[in-house]
């Protein structure tokens, strides 16, 4: 009986695959999301109190050699004016952040070639040194001695999600590359000492419930720092625009069990999950989560950075509003406080 099994969250050893997938048999069980999410937050609450922690990310080109699926910025869709901020944008995006109270930031973009490493590892470490932020990167996949040159100029948190664990619907959604390149970069990653975050996307067509069970595995196996996880949400200007969205119960029963597996992992309430819970915005942050990344790419190249619709809305303040008080009010309301 899954209610019975989902209350032994915090009491018995952790779920076997098989108690996971009995879990998830009814995919939309709203009860046993229920349970799930309690047990979730309580862990949450134990290894975290009530700490929201906040990353503040600029989004600094939405160029792209890759051409996934899924993805807005796939190099295929000619239908997105394309940017790149340059260092001096980038500084003053920094400066920005800071004077909203951010002090850890995220530098995320395309796979973006005018941005190869030794421009990067400069940028890295001008921001280090002139700023003491604590820096995230998620640029996507590098040569391997890029990442440790980077690690070397003050970098030590990397973002990089495996997507789905599912290697034959990895081939098809990532055209030109497998699952066993992305784990390689994971465990790569992950061996020169970065804070390492993997993640996927919960409702991709053709994905089974064993593969989402497989990805917390997967997730756990890495021991990953961070984890990363969203609903599938189809954009129209990609071949996957008329599949179904990934269901926003589903993808939070996924945070749940992601959370239960791995008690101390910094696990995001992601863009795309506040975007598929727009309506009753304070359920994600009590399912698991202790981070929240806010957007704080200057307004007039954010709403460019279009990987799935409702994602440049996501975060509900006027250009020039300041986000972090935005959240730390937000944190408020369900009584946790902003660090
Ligand atoms: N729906 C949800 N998430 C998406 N991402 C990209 N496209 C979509 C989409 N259509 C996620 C991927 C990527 C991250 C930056 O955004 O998981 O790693």
């Not at 019975?4 to 709203?30: C, N, Q, S, V, Y």
């Not at 189809?234 to 992601?258: F, N, Q, Y």
Request: overall charge neutral; glycine content about 8%; hydrophobic content about 40%.
């Amino acid at each position: 009986d899954p209610k019975a099994l989902a209350h032994r969250a915090l009491a018995g050893p952790p779920f076997t695959k098989e108690e996971m997938l009995a879990l998830l048999r009814d995919p939309e069980d709203p009860e046993v999301l229920h349970i799930l999410c309690r047990a979730a937050h309580l862990v949450r609450l134990k290894v975290f109190g009530n700490v929201l922690v906040l990353r503040g990310i600029i989004e600094f080109s939405n160029i792209c050699r890759n051409d996934c699926l899924y993805c807005g910025l796939r190099r295929s869709n000619r239908n997105l004016v394309r940017y790149r901020m340059d260092e001096e944008e980038i500084f003053a995006a920094v400066e920005r952040a800071i004077r909203m109270g951010f002090r850890r930031i995220v530098l995320q973009s395309g796979e973006d070639g005018a941005w190869h490493p030794d421009r990067l590892v400069r940028l890295v470490r001008e921001i280090v040194t002139r700023y003491g932020v604590v820096l995230t990167l998620s640029v996507g996949e590098l040569p391997f001695e890029a990442y440790r040159r980077l690690m070397d100029a003050g970098a030590y948190r990397y973002l990089m999600r495996h997507e789905t664990s599912d290697p034959e619907l990895y081939a098809r959604l990532h055209p030109g590359t497998s699952f066993g390149v992305r784990r390689e970069h994971l465990y790569t990653l992950k061996s020169l000492g970065y804070a390492t975050g993997p993640g996927m996307m919960v409702g991709l067509p053709g994905q089974t419930l064993e593969s989402l069970v497989d990805d917390v595995i997967f997730m756990r196996e890495l021991r990953a720092e961070m984890a990363g996880v969203g609903p599938f949400i189809p954009h129209p200007e990609t071949p996957l625009r008329d599949a179904a969205p990934g269901s926003p119960i589903l993808t939070l029963k996924m945070v749940a069990l992601t959370r239960l597996n791995l008690p101390e992992t910094h696990l995001p309430a992601t863009t795309a999950l506040r975007v598929a819970f727009r309506d009753n915005p304070h359920l994600p942050l009590l399912c698991g989560p202790n981070v929240v990344m806010p957007d704080v790419t200057p307004p007039r190249w954010k709403v460019h950075y279009d990987l799935y619709p409702g994602k440049t809305k996501a975060d509900l303040v006027d250009d020039g509003e300041n986000v972090y008080a935005y959240w730390e009010r937000q944190a408020a309301e369900v009584g946790l406080v902003v660090d």
